[in-house]
């Protein structure tokens, strides 16, 4: 651990905060409850950025990883917390280059990923996490990806404020939409908002399905069972995609499910799981594994029977579920990840998503720079194989 205090942003009179550096396992067991109890009170509030899914992600996903969360602490009182990690990649050119990255950035879809911070010191944390970084900390890494990260997040609006005013350099490589449901108060009001072919379309199907069979929306709550339940979802979602692609996909799957498998039991305990299955005279048809959390419900996975295609169990299973949650009084949808053509019948509003890299110095992004220009040179003109035979002699392994 060190530790570093570091001026604030906007008042140089204030008494700065300190930074401490976590890279202790049994430490980070330690802050589940003032981790979460933070998180609550932050703008960046969401199921993404829990100490469960934080922690889980690191447990499965920690190979060649060093844990790297930053503390920020003002008489003895946490105010903030970057959930970082280090770890080698050569994602920006050829060598090996040493990366902060944000808990979850990584293998599973971790969304609204973020600086955890009270509401209202965004400008002295922000301040004293890349003090920390860049003067404390400079020698350990050479970019900061941040991944995921709302674009109107009132941090992202600081990093850049602060990398500006000391002239770091940053970059957005990427955005991209999220569409969402702002939940009306009722299901007819919500129904309204859909056009009309889409409106009846809906309807059809459900009463299409209501003729012939008893459906019924099934909701898995009891703890004891749910990884059974859950490994049904899975059983159905390797169905769906045998028959669409030819092939289950499994290979480097086993971490991943892992990490699901411990995430539903957790969430459960915590009422943060949502899953459903929409069931046919006791014929499961279609499921969805769901997260709910703070007002919000997160569409975080869907999968049907492909025999029962043609009564679009999906669609009829997600019209039931927005009943539900409506009758529930949630505030929002949110589809997450991915603009498909289908979610965007369902839902008319959106939020970005930036993913930005953030160099350690000018010449670190300069040389890198040189090298991803020579490795899109080097693909013209040499065959793939022999292209990753020069790689693995000149630079695996350079840091």
């Known amino acids: 651990m060190s530790t570093e205090s570091s001026p604030p942003l906007e008042n140089p009179k204030m008494t700065p905060p300190l930074t401490r550096i976590v890279n202790d396992e049994a430490e980070f067991c330690e802050l589940r409850d003032p981790w979460n109890h933070l998180l609550k009170t932050s703008t960046a509030d969401t199921v993404y950025l829990t100490w469960e899914w934080s922690h889980t992600w690191w447990e499965i996903f920690k190979e060649e990883k060093e844990l790297f969360i930053i503390l920020v602490e003002e008489g003895g009182r946490l105010i903030g917390i970057a959930p970082f990690y280090l770890s080698k990649s050569r994602f920006f050119g050829l060598r090996n280059l040493r990366h902060v990255e944000l808990l979850g950035s990584t293998d599973v879809c971790s969304e609204y990923l973020d600086l955890i911070i009270l509401k209202g010191r965004e400008p002295e944390v922000v301040c ?136 539903v039991n957790l969430f459960c305990d915590n009422g943060w799981l949502c899953l459903v299955f929409l069931k046919a005279n006791e014929q499961t048809l279609a499921g969805q594994y769901d997260f709910v959390y703070g007002g919000t419900l997160y569409y975080h996975s869907v999968a049907f029977d492909p025999d029962w295609a043609h009564y679009s169990p999906g669609s009829v299973l997600l019209l039931m579920v927005l009943e539900n949650a409506i009758e529930k009084k949630f505030s929002k949808f949110d589809f997450l990840r991915g603009m498909e053509d289908y979610k965007a019948h369902w839902a008319k509003t959106s939020c970005r998503l930036v993913d930005a890299v953030v160099w350690r110095s000018s010449a670190t992004r300069s040389v890198t720079n040189m090298e991803r220009k020579i490795r899109k040179s080097v693909k013209s003109f040499v065959p793939v194989e022999m292209g990753h035979k020069l790689y693995n002699r000149f630079f695996a392994g350079s840091s």
């Open 128 to 263: 004293a996490v890349l003090n920390c970084l860049y003067r404390k900390q400079y020698r350990k890494w050479d970019v900061l990806n941040i991944v995921s990260m709302l674009e109107d997040s009132p941090n992202w609006q600081w990093i850049k404020g602060y990398l500006r005013l000391h002239g770091h350099d940053y970059g957005v490589y990427d955005s991209r939409e999220h569409l969402y449901i702002q939940l009306p108060d009722t299901m007819d009001e919500y129904m309204q908002m859909l056009d009309g072919k889409m409106r009846e379309g809906l309807r059809r199907k459900q009463k299409k399905l209501m003729r012939k069979y008893s459906i019924n929306l099934t909701k898995q709550a009891i703890c004891e069972d749910i990884v059974s339940h859950f490994v049904t979802f899975l059983d159905l979602h390797a169905k769906r995609w045998s028959v669409k692609e030819g092939v289950i996909h499994a290979k480097n799957r086993s971490k991943h499910l892992a990490f699901h498998k411990k995430i």
